[in-house]
């Protein structure tokens, strides 16, 4: 399962997808067919999020040639969250060697935002530098 949130906006009566992950969801069911769902009232900077997985597209789409095969904005969070620290090494006692990670995970229930806030900066700063351009630039065009 992936970090990246199905956000829906009720509008007049209905729930319509409010991100790019949820479009996608969407797009796997056939017109009018039932699906179950839990609801539950979301917490955090929602507007941050969306604009952190826009921007992980924004990324891919202009360095996906430093590498070897497809990466996914998923892939590229994991990596993320890797080098800030917020997944964490799973090493063998034995040989030392990094069998693992644990997953630290952004999502809303998982992790407060004023630790997930430093973050998304941390990983705006990165992007934008590989990128050739300044955080305000890579901001705003995520949030276009």
């Given at each position: 399962?992936?970090?990246?949130?199905?956000?829906?906006r009720?509008?007049?009566?209905?729930?319509?997808?409010?991100?790019?992950?949820?479009?996608?969801?969407?797009?796997?069911?056939?017109?009018?067919e039932?699906?179950?769902?839990?609801i539950?009232?979301t917490r955090?900077?929602?507007?941050?999020?969306?604009?952190?997985?826009?921007?992980l597209?924004i990324a891919?789409?202009?360095?996906?040639?430093r590498?070897?095969?497809?990466?996914?904005p998923?892939m590229?969070h994991k990596?993320?969250?890797?080098?800030?620290g917020?997944?964490?090494p799973?090493r063998?006692?034995k040989?030392?060697e990094?069998?693992?990670?644990?997953e630290?995970?952004?999502?809303?229930?998982?992790?407060?935002?004023?630790?997930?806030a430093?973050?998304?900066?941390?990983?705006?700063?990165?992007?934008?530098?590989?990128?050739?351009?300044?955080?305000?630039?890579?901001?705003?065009?995520?949030?276009?």
């Amino acid at each position: 399962m992936t970090d990246d949130p199905l956000l829906f906006r009720n509008d007049l009566g209905a729930l319509r997808p409010d991100s790019p992950a949820s479009v996608d969801a969407m797009r796997a069911f056939k017109q009018g067919e039932t699906l179950r769902i839990e609801i539950k009232r979301t917490r955090g900077n929602i507007g941050r999020l969306r604009w952190y997985w826009a921007m992980l597209r924004i990324a891919l789409d202009n360095l996906g040639d430093r590498f070897d095969g497809p990466v996914s904005p998923v892939m590229m969070h994991k990596w993320l969250k890797i080098r800030f620290g917020l997944s964490k090494p799973v090493r063998s006692k034995k040989t030392g060697e990094i069998i693992g990670y644990d997953e630290g995970s952004i999502a809303f229930h998982r992790l407060p935002e004023n630790e997930r806030a430093p973050f998304i900066e941390k990983a705006v700063e990165f992007l934008a530098e590989q990128l050739g351009t300044d955080p305000a630039t890579l901001m705003d065009e995520a949030k276009r």
